[in-house]
C-alpha cells in the first residue's frame, strides 16, 4: 500500500489552512518585535514535507546533494541580484527575515526557495518518464514558468511586506518586469540543475506527491497574504495555482497507487541504490 503521507491530503489542507490564516497575523502586525524568529521556524516547518520527500524519492546522498546545490546556487544568485542587479534589476532585503549573509541576503532564503524548484519539478514532470532529450528540455521550462507564476503571486505580498524592497518601485504591485524575466532565468537554470543532479530517480518514476506539498502551503500562506493586503490579482492567481498543484499532486499519488499495486517499489529501489 501507498504510505499514508502520499496518499490523504488531510493534513496538507490542514496546513494549508492553519499557514492561510497565520498571514493574517503576518500582515496585521508586521512590527513585532523578534518576528523573524516566527518566519524562520514557519520557513523550517513549511519545507520539511518536501525535504522528507525528496529524502524518500532519492535517497539520503542524492537529496542531500541536491539541497546543498541549490542552496548555493539560491544564494549566488541573489548575492549577485543584490550587488548587480542582475538578474532581477536593483533590490535589497528588508531586515524582516533575519540575519544576512555578508549583510545582503537572509539565510532561510534556500530554506524557503529550494521547496518551490522541487514542486515545480514534479508538478510538471511528463507521464511515462523522460527517454527524449527534447522531453527533459520543456519539462525544464515548464517547471520554470510555473515558478515564475507562483513569483507571481509570492512577490508583490513580500514586496508589501517589506521583505523585500524595489527602491524603483515597478508596474506590477510595485514590482518590475525584469524581475520575473530574472525568474524566468534563474528559475530555468535550478530545475535544470535539480534534475541534472538526481537524475537517475526523476527519469526512472514519478516524483512522489509529497514533493508538492511544501509548495502548496507556502502558496497557501501567500493567498493570505495578498488576500488580507488586498492584492486581488495575486490572490486569484495564487487561489488558482494553489488547485492546479493540488490536481498535479492528486495525479501523483494515483501513478503512486497504481505503481505500489503493481510491485514495483522494489524496483524503484534498486533503481536508486
Do not use: C
Not at 515564475?148 to 509570492?154: K, N, R
Amino acid at each position: 500500500m501507498i504510505p499514508q503521507p502520499f496518499r490523504a491530503p488531510r493534513l496538507l489542507l490542514a496546513a494549508s489552512a492553519f499557514f492561510f490564516g497565520a498571514a493574517y497575523f503576518t500582515v496585521s502586525f508586521p512590527e513585532t518585535p523578534g518576528a523573524w524568529v516566527g518566519s524562520f521556524v514557519s520557513t523550517l516547518l513549511i519545507a520539511l514535507p518536501s525535504f522528507v520527500a525528496l529524502w524518500w524519492f532519492l535517497g539520503p546522498k542524492e537529496a542531500t546533494l541536491s539541497l546543498l546545490s541549490l542552496s548555493a546556487f539560491g544564494f549566488a544568485v541573489e548575492l549577485i541580484g543584490v550587488t548587480t542587479g542582475f538578474p532581477y534589476g536593483p533590490f535589497y532585503y528588508g531586515d524582516s527575515l533575519g540575519p544576512k549573509v555578508a549583510g545582503l541576503v537572509p539565510y532561510l532564503l534556500p530554506v524557503s526557495w529550494a521547496p518551490l524548484v522541487l514542486g515545480a519539478a514534479a508538478a510538471t514532470a511528463p507521464k511515462g518518464g523522460t527517454t527524449s532529450k527534447r522531453r527533459r528540455v520543456l519539462w525544464v521550462f515548464y517547471a520554470a514558468v510555473l515558478l515564475v507564476l507562483v513569483d507571481g503571486v509570492l512577490d508583490p505580498g513580500a514586496a508589501s511586506l517589506g521583505f523585500w524592497v524595489w527602491p524603483e518601485g515597478g508596474a506590477y504591485h510595485g514590482v518590475p518586469a525584469t524581475n520575473y524575466l530574472g525568474w524566468l532565468f534563474s528559475s530555468t537554470l535550478a530545475a535544470a540543475l535539480l534534475l541534472a543532479l538526481g537524475h537517475r530517480g526523476w527519469q526512472n518514476a514519478p516524483p512522489p506527491p509529497g514533493l508538492l506539498d511544501s509548495a502548496l502551503i507556502a502558496l497557501a500562506f501567500w493567498v493570505g497574504v495578498a488576500v488580507f493586503s488586498s492584492l486581488l490579482f495575486p490572490a486569484v492567481l495564487g487561489a488558482a495555482l494553489f488547485f492546479y498543484l493540488l490536481h498535479r499532486r492528486s495525479r501523483l499519488a494515483a501513478a503512486y497507487e497504481t505503481r505500489y499495486k503493481g510491485g514495483e517499489d522494489g524496483e524503484k529501489r534498486r533503481l536508486r541504490t
